[in-house]
Every structure is written in C-alpha cells, then in structure tokens.
C-alpha cells in the first residue's frame, strides 16, 4: 500500500524559514526522483523542487530558487523541504510524490494529504 506522509507545515512570518518532510513507502513502480508541489486556494498546483534519490542533484522552480532547498535521507525513505525568507505567495499546502527526472512534473498519480504553510503577519 502506499504511503506518502507530509508534515511540518505551520504558519509563519514573513522573512521566517520552516522545514516540511514527506515520508514514502509502499510504491513498488520504479522512480528515482522526488519532488515537492504546491496548491493555494484558486490555483493549479505547481511543481516547486525535485530531488534524485541517486545523486542528490536538485531542480527548483524559478520563484524559490536560492531560498528553499530540498534534501534527501535514503535511508528513511524522507525528503526534506528547508525554506527561508519565506513570503505570503509561498502560502499554499505542499506535496510530495515521484517525479519524472529532471523535471517537476508527477510521475504516478500518488499523493498524500499535504502538509499546509501559510505566510502571514
């Protein structure tokens, strides 16, 4: 069965950093990469940064590139989400799921619950 876990999520100031997990299990399709979405209220989710689970390499979308960064722990199956100067644009509930490589785009149709970050003052 599988498992995709977010958490972390929390309501922060502006300027303020907070980091979210996801934990994975149980996806027995081949995948090396995963990467963190995102879904505000009235929007389309979009792809925010992938990982690959061999090499580490990272891809970022334009708008959180130089303030987030995404990390890996293999041995736990858990991929991190560290995110400073946070803004209220980033304000938005944040997923994670297997990704095609080199590209912010799902690659199986599995997603968890989501964790929610809301920015605000």
């Known amino acids: 069965q599988v498992q995709i876990v977010e958490s972390g999520g929390d309501l922060v100031q502006p300027g303020g950093s907070l980091r979210i997990s996801c934990t994975f299990s149980?996806?027995?399709?081949?995948?090396?990469?995963i990467g963190w979405f995102r879904q505000a209220p009235g929007k389309e989710r979009e792809g925010v940064s992938s990982?690959?689970?061999?090499?580490?390499?990272?891809y970022y979308t334009y708008s959180v590139k130089d303030r987030f960064t995404i990390s890996r722990d293999s041995a736990s199956n858990t991929v991190y989400l560290q995110m400073n100067r946070l803004k209220p644009e980033d304000t938005a509930r944040y997923y994670c799921?297997?990704?095609?490589?080199?590209?912010?785009?799902?690659?199986?149709?599995?997603w968890g619950q989501g964790t929610q970050v809301t920015v605000s003052s």
């Open positions: 799921t297997p990704t095609v490589p080199g590209m912010m785009v799902p690659l199986y149709n599995y």
């Open positions: 149980g996806i027995t399709e081949n995948y090396d990469h």
């Open positions: 990982i690959s689970l061999n090499d580490g390499r990272t």
